[in-house]
Nanobody, 128 residues
Framework: VQLQASGGGLVQAGGSLRVSCAAS????????MGWFRQAPGKEREFVSI????????YYADSVKGRFTISRDNAKNTVYLQMNSLKAEDTAVYYC??????????????????????WGQGTQVTVSS
């Protein structure tokens, strides 16, 4: 699976942005899809994950209530809608694909090591 993230940009604090991740191949719907982010000088951190059919999602506490993950399996694309953006959301956002270990996703899916494929990242900058 090859992943291509896009949609990043510069937005003012309080604004919204949607990033997308397009996948190649016919097996997109077989994978759970996650978003991570990495700010300068910090480690990559988990943001959100969605299961294969979109029926289960999980969010980091820092984005819960502000970000929404979704997917369109017909378009081989996963989205991250980001609202009420804060300066601390500034980072490079990466999408990643993980082989599912069950139907539901949750706190066991936060580790980088759980993911098999990674996209190249898209920069999101929030100005305060």
């Amino acid at each position: 699976v090859q992943l291509q993230a896009s949609g990043g940009g510069l937005v003012q604090a309080g604004g919204s942005l949607r990033v997308s991740c397009a996948a190649s191949g016919r097996t997109f719907s077989s994978y759970n899809m996650g978003w991570f982010r990495q700010a300068p000088g910090k480690e990559r951190e988990f943001v959100s994950i969605i299961n294969r059919n979109g029926g289960s999602t999980y969010y980091a506490d820092s984005v819960k209530g502000r970000f929404t993950i979704s997917r369109d399996n017909a378009k081989n694309t996963v989205y991250l809608q980001m609202n009420s953006l804060k300066a601390e959301d500034t980072a490079v956002y990466y999408c990643a694909a993980a082989r599912p270990r069950g139907y539901y996703v949750g706190s066991t899916d936060l580790s980088n090591r759980s993911y098999d494929y990674w996209g190249q990242g898209t920069q999101v900058t929030v100005s305060s």
